[in-house]
């Protein structure tokens, strides 16, 4: 409804969709990820490499546990971040409501299922965003899962764990002659070292953690931007929007510093979690606005608010209408001086 108190809306189809489509939805697309992530299901393409390549000849970092950016803390982040930013958002809309205007907002009901479950706008409104973000975060890790079986792009340190017999393989060592790599090697056991770590180290494009980070960044910082009202200053939001996206830099110079990726590798896992996250913001959840009723689309005027006004010249005559006089010093009771026009 648009303006006033929100009006009692009954459905009988909220409970059943949300328990039989939505919910299956997310569970598919959480199994899918953890199949990517933690099975064979899906190998990892072997792609070949050259003989001596530095490219791939960085040191071993360690394991990811090891980090200085781990996937713990990044997991916990991204999922805690971005969940209590949203909720303190919704309460503080709940609790705070922003003032009448006279432009008309399009309020949400309070939907009655049955005769016992009842869901207000807050609540609806909370478990939308976070029900389409957590949606979103299993999205980017199978989009990012999927680009790293399919392409096979090794890491900085995939000779490092990848330990190739060069003189088995037949790849003779570099010389002035020959400052380059020679010979490129598509053999399936050209490597010698554990192959756990091979096959982690052949994951390297797009980076996982930069695409959950950039994800989780833009989401947060799009609710911010769109959903929080601050008076009185300009900056703080871009503050704090600024604030929300340094950790996620940080997270794709730490991947590159400690060679466990590419910058191409963090630059594409980049572009895919801030993707994902626009295209839900805009066309799912719809700018974290709601929904006209009836079927009925907001104009784009309807949320702007009061914007400042100013008079036309043309449509004010500050003298009074009257009698003219003639030319010649009679008066005419019919006729009106007619405005100048510029040439």
Same mark, same amino acid.
């Given at each position: 409804?648009? !303006?006033?108190?929100?009006?009692?809306? /009954?459905?009988?189809?909220?409970?059943?969709?949300?328990?039989?489509?939505?919910?299956?939805?997310?569970?598919?697309v959480?199994?899918?990820?953890?199949?990517?992530?933690?099975?064979?299901?899906?190998?990892?393409?072997?792609?070949?490499?050259?003989?001596?390549?530095?490219?791939?000849?960085?040191?071993?970092?360690?394991?990811?546990?090891?980090?200085?950016?781990?996937?713990?803390?990044?997991? $916990?982040?991204?999922?805690?971040?971005?969940?209590?930013?949203?909720?303190?958002?919704?309460?503080? /809309?709940?609790?705070?409501?922003?003032?009448?205007?006279?432009?008309?907002?399009?309020?949400?009901?309070?939907?009655?299922?049955?005769?016992?479950?009842?869901? @207000?706008?807050?609540?609806?409104?909370?478990?939308?965003?976070?029900?389409?973000?957590?949606? !979103?975060?299993?999205?980017?890790?199978?989009?990012?899962?999927? &680009?790293?079986?399919v392409?096979?792009?090794?890491?900085?340190?995939?000779? @490092?764990?990848?330990?190739?017999?060069?003189?088995?393989?037949?790849?003779?060592?570099?010389?002035?002659?020959? *400052? &380059?790599?020679?010979?490129?090697?598509?053999?399936? !056991?050209?490597?010698?070292?554990?192959?756990?770590?091979?096959?982690?180290?052949?994951?390297?494009?797009?980076?996982?953690?930069?695409?959950?980070?950039?994800?989780?960044?833009?989401?947060?910082?799009?609710?911010?931007t769109?959903?929080? /009202?601050?008076?009185? @200053?300009?900056?703080?939001? *871009?503050?704090?929007?600024?604030?929300?996206?340094?950790?996620a830099?940080?997270?794709g110079?730490?991947?590159?510093?400690?060679? /466990?990726?590419?910058?191409?590798?963090?630059?594409? !896992?980049?572009?895919? &979690?801030?993707?994902?996250?626009?295209?839900?913001?805009?066309?799912?959840?719809?700018?974290?606005?709601?929904?006209?009723?009836?079927?009925?689309?907001?104009?784009?005027?309807?949320?702007?608010?009061?914007?400042?006004t100013?008079?036309?010249?043309?449509?004010?005559?500050?003298?009074?209408?009257?009698?003219?006089?003639?030319?010649?010093? @009679?008066?005419?009771?019919?006729?009106?001086?007619a405005? $100048?026009?510029?040439?």
């Open positions: 409804m648009a !303006g006033g108190r929100p009006q009692l809306k /009954r459905s009988f189809s909220i409970i059943p969709c949300f328990v039989f489509v939505e919910s299956v939805l997310l569970g598919v959480v199994l899918l990820a953890y199949r990517l992530e933690f099975t064979d299901t899906f190998p990892v393409h072997t792609q070949g490499f050259f003989c001596y390549d530095s490219t791939y000849a960085k040191p071993y970092p360690g394991p990811e546990a090891a980090s200085r950016a781990p996937p713990a803390l990044i997991y $916990a982040l991204v999922t805690a971040g971005p969940t209590l930013t949203i909720l303190l958002g919704e309460l503080a /809309r709940a609790f705070f409501p922003a003032p009448p205007s006279s432009v008309p907002i399009i309020r949400e009901s309070t939907i009655v299922s049955g005769a016992c479950c009842r869901f @207000s706008p807050p609540l609806r409104r909370l478990v939308r965003f976070l029900g389409v973000y957590s949606f !979103g975060l299993f999205t980017t890790t199978i989009f990012a899962n999927a &680009g790293q079986v392409t096979g792009n090794p890491t900085p340190h995939f000779l @490092s764990v990848c330990r190739p017999n060069y003189t088995a393989l037949g790849c003779p060592p570099p010389s002035p002659d020959r *400052p &380059g790599p020679d010979r490129f090697v598509t053999d399936q !056991g050209a490597c010698a070292g554990s192959p756990s770590l091979v096959a982690a180290a052949r994951r390297a494009f797009p980076c996982k953690d930069a695409a959950l980070c950039a994800y989780a960044v833009t989401y947060t910082a799009m609710y911010v769109l959903v929080f /009202r601050v008076k009185g @200053s300009r900056l703080v939001k *871009p503050s704090l929007c600024l604030a929300l996206l340094c950790p830099f940080l997270v110079v730490v991947r590159v510093a400690e060679y /466990r990726n590419h910058w191409s590798d963090v630059l594409a !896992g980049f572009l895919t &979690g801030a993707a994902i996250a626009t295209f839900l913001v805009t066309c799912v959840v719809h700018n974290f606005q709601s929904r006209p009723p009836s079927g009925r689309r907001l104009s784009p005027w309807e949320d702007l608010g009061q914007a400042p100013m008079d036309n010249p043309l449509e004010k005559n500050p003298r009074p209408a009257g009698r003219i006089r003639h030319r010649h010093g @009679s008066p005419h009771p019919s006729r009106r001086t405005p $100048a026009v510029a040439t």
